[in-house]
């Protein structure tokens, strides 16, 4: 059996439960949404995501659905400070 293939979708966090996270991204005025389960083996990285935070979530398609394996916190970074 082939190894499922890791896949990337970055956007906003528009619900999160225990058991799922919704994100939307919008391109080029085209908003599409997608649901994926988070499982005890989902890793989150730089923090716990919020709603209307900015995430990338790292997937597989599984038998239940999309599932993450990995959900990346995107902090904004500061504009650098005057001197």
Known sequence: MQQPQDQYFAGIVT????TSITIT??????????TFLITPETVT???KPKVKSKVT???VAGDDGDQAVKIILRVAIPPPKKQ
């Open 15 to 18: 619900a999160i439960s225990e």
């Open 25 to 34: 991204r919008t391109v080029l005025g085209k908003s599409t949404v997608r």
């Open 45 to 47: 990285q730089g923090g």
């Open 57 to 59: 979530v790292k997937w």
